[in-house]
């Protein structure tokens, strides 16, 4: 089996695609390197197999680039922006638009499986009941509003000939080379290790879904070789009920795995809204689907990492495990245009 895999150099790709080959997949990469400066840690495991990869913007992917794949994972879009400061109509045209081209393209090449990277975060704002496949969506950013709506289009391209899945991810945590230090149980374990004191702006009391890296990997490839009959045109939560937690829970679980790291929790922001999703779907109607890791498993192996690597503030602060914070830095030295397209260095051409 081929399968094509976007995002193939971020967070979530790297180990994925290694993770498939371990399992006799071929990959062929497509990833446009926003990220391309941050390495945070080499390892033999994932390095060993890198794949053929195809440096291009998902915009401009035609149907001629899935030659030979019989599978898509889609995982190439913007990160989750809460405070607007992406531009949404970029985030539309690459998240939105772009997974949707994509989706046309492999539909019209014949490829009969298309494995889509969604998030729990198109459920939003709820309230603390539990939330599942058929709640009601409610989006509440650009990121996830988009999810919503590829969900939708895609879903409605599904026929005989082609099998869309929607794997809604809890947040992620765990080691990866291209690391994020700007989602919540990697950034808790980076303030843990870097500062033995994690301060927290609010009470810590919304719930918070996460799933190790590993899992979301093991679902991907489980949706990808599914029989089509038990996937298809699903949305399937990825994670696991027990792996509901309050910030600030998450907080005294990392402080535990860190010894001498204070946890001080500040004051209600008044915002109660939180959700907790259940995860019943997947481990029931995906084959062999299951998850290994909780988020104790993944601070301690964050723990690891860091002391292996002797791992610096500088090196939590540096810009390219800080998804916008990369990306400003881009824009600002104009590397990238405004609609966050590669510029031409005019230095050169002079
Ligand atoms: N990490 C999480 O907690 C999480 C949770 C739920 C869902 N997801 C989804 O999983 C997917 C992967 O997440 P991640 O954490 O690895 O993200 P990431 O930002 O680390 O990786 C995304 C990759 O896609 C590439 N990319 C972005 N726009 C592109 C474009 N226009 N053309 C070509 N390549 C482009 C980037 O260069 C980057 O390497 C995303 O779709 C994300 O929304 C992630």
New binding site residues.
């Given amino acids: 089996m081929r399968v094509f895999v976007?995002?193939v150099?971020?967070?979530?790709?790297a180990v994925l695609a290694p993770y498939l080959m371990d399992r006799g997949i071929e990959v062929v990469g497509?990833?446009?390197?926003?990220?391309r400066d941050g390495w945070l840690y080499s390892d033999n495991r994932l390095m060993r197999r890198s794949p053929y990869t195809i440096q291009?913007?998902?915009?401009d992917i035609s149907p001629e680039d899935l030659r030979d794949c019989d599978a898509v994972a889609h995982?190439?879009?913007?990160?989750n922006d809460p405070l607007g400061q992406n531009n949404p109509q970029v985030t539309h045209a690459?998240n939105h638009l772009?997974s949707v081209a994509l989706a046309a393209a492999a539909r019209a090449r014949g490829i009969p499986r298309f494995v889509y990277?969604?998030?729990c975060s198109v459920y939003g704002a709820a309230t603390s009941e539990f939330v599942d496949e058929s709640s009601t969506v409610n989006p509440q950013t650009a990121y996830a509003t988009c999810k919503a709506l590829v969900e939708r289009d895609v879903g409605a391209m599904a026929d005989q000939t082609f099998s869309p899945v929607f794997l809604r991810?809890?947040?992620?945590y765990g080691p990866s080379p291209?690391m994020?230090f700007d989602?919540v149980l990697n950034d808790l374990s980076a303030l843990a290790w870097t500062m033995k004191k994690i301060v927290m702006t609010s009470d810590g009391s919304p719930w918070r879904p996460v799933v190790h890296l590993l899992d979301i990997c093991e679902a991907i490839y489980r949706s990808l070789i599914a029989p089509s009959e038990a996937v298809h045109n699903k949305i399937l939560n990825v994670g696991q009920n027990s792996e509901n937690y309050r910030v600030r829970e998450l907080a005294q679980l990392v402080a535990k795995e860190f010894p001498g790291c204070e946890v001080i929790v500040g004051k209600s922001g008044g915002d109660t809204r939180s959700y907790r999703v259940n995860f019943d779907r997947i481990h029931r109607e995906l084959p062999g689907f299951k998850c290994r890791f909780s988020a104790a498993d993944g601070a301690h192996q964050l723990h690891e990492i860091f002391r292996r690597i002797e791992f610096s503030s500088e090196m939590y602060q540096f810009r390219a495990f800080t998804?916008l914070k990369q990306l400003r830095y881009l824009l600002d030295t104009r590397q990238l245009d405004e609609q966050?397209r590669w510029r031409t260095d005019a230095v050169l051409e002079s």
């Avoid at 991810?169 to 992620?172: D, F, L, M, R």
């Fill in positions: 976007t995002g150099n971020g967070y979530i790709g497509l990833d446009t390197g926003y990220y291009k913007d998902l915009r995982l190439a879009e913007l990160s690459i772009g990277t969604s998030s991810n809890a947040t992620a291209r994020r989602i998804r966050f």
